[in-house]
């Protein structure tokens, strides 16, 4: 029979790792790997089934093929040209700015709607700024 050694319960003090320096940095667990290893050893059978059924006409597989080739747009830089913000006509204007180049093509949706809440945070700022100096004056008035 061989001899297991027995690791004390207070080997390590509260808090203290068995191993300081942690997992080495890019290791992978072992389920991991398991799943990877199969994976590899099929790829090409799987790859060409996929393939075939999205040419059979299963969307599924054809989606999962675009997917790969086409991956999601993501955000990118717009250059609008938009009149001075500066006034609430100026604002109106850039309102109306971001509508047609939505209408053109320019700009989707989603990217005319995140550039119109830009511009309306401005328009708040700006209202607010106001604000301030109306209350302002009128205290001034009053005293």
Same mark, same amino acid.
Do not use: F, N, Q
């Given at each position: 029979m061989t001899e297991q050694k027995k690791i004390s319960p207070h080997a390590w003090k509260k808090g203290q790792s068995g191993n300081p320096a $942690?997992?080495?940095?890019?290791s992978r667990n072992?389920?991991?790997?398991?799943?990877?290893k199969l994976m590899e050893s099929g790829a090409k059978e799987i790859t060409e089934s996929v393939v075939a059924a999205a040419k059979g006409g299963d969307l599924t597989a054809a989606r999962m093929i675009l997917d790969r080739l086409a991956?999601?747009?993501r955000e990118r830089p717009i250059a609008l040209d938009l009149p001075s913000t500066?006034?609430?006509? $100026?604002i109106s204007e850039a309102q109306q700015a971001i509508l047609r180049a939505v209408s053109d093509g320019e700009l989707t949706p989603g990217e005319a709607s995140t550039l119109s809440g830009v511009v309306?945070?401005?328009?708040?700022?700006?209202?607010?700024?106001e604000l301030e100096a109306r209350i302002a004056a009128l205290e001034e008035r009053t005293k």
């Open positions: $942690g997992k080495k940095i890019g072992k389920a991991t790997l398991a799943v990877l991956p999601p747009m500066d006034t609430a006509k $100026g309306e945070s401005h328009r708040k700022a700006l209202e607010t700024v």
